[in-house]
């Protein structure tokens, strides 16, 4: 349904700027009452076409702008919320030219206690036993 409010709306507006840009500048726009020469009902009264139809869209344009405002306010997603859980997880970037070492199971399986003092000037590093 709001799709078809929105095509509605966006052909009305397209309407609505057209015609405008079509009426007469010279004190022929929609809220005057003076008589011209292109008016429906003749040389004293009526509007012209060109007003009548300005008049009908911009009504429907005021429409539509409140239907689509109603529904999208009844709406119970937003838009961050359906956006936040298309976005992919990006893992930490190093340093540009940094290589990344990869992981494998031996890195996965030595535990983090086990690390080794450096040797002493002069010793052997002591033997590490798997």
Not at 38 to 51: I, K, Y
Not at 53 to 79: D, H, N, Q, W
Not at 92 to 114: I, L, R
């Amino acid at each position: 349904m709001i799709t078809f409010l929105a095509v509605i709306h966006i052909l009305a507006c397209f309407g609505l700027v057209t015609l405008v840009l079509l009426q007469d500048s010279k004190g022929g726009g929609v809220f005057t009452s003076q008589a011209s020469s292109n008016s429906v009902l003749g040389a004293g009264g009526g509007a012209s076409l060109a007003q009548t139809m300005t008049k009908v869209i911009a009504g429907l344009f005021a429409t539509t702008c409140i239907a689509l405002s109603i529904y999208s306010a009844r709406s119970e997603k937003s838009v961050i919320d359906t956006t936040a859980t298309n976005i992919p997880q990006i893992p930490a970037q190093t340093a540009p030219g940094t290589p990344v070492p990869p992981v494998t199971s031996q890195a996965a399986e030595t535990p983090a206690a086990t690390t080794t003092q450096p040797a002493a000037a002069g010793q052997t590093p002591p033997a590490t036993t798997k």
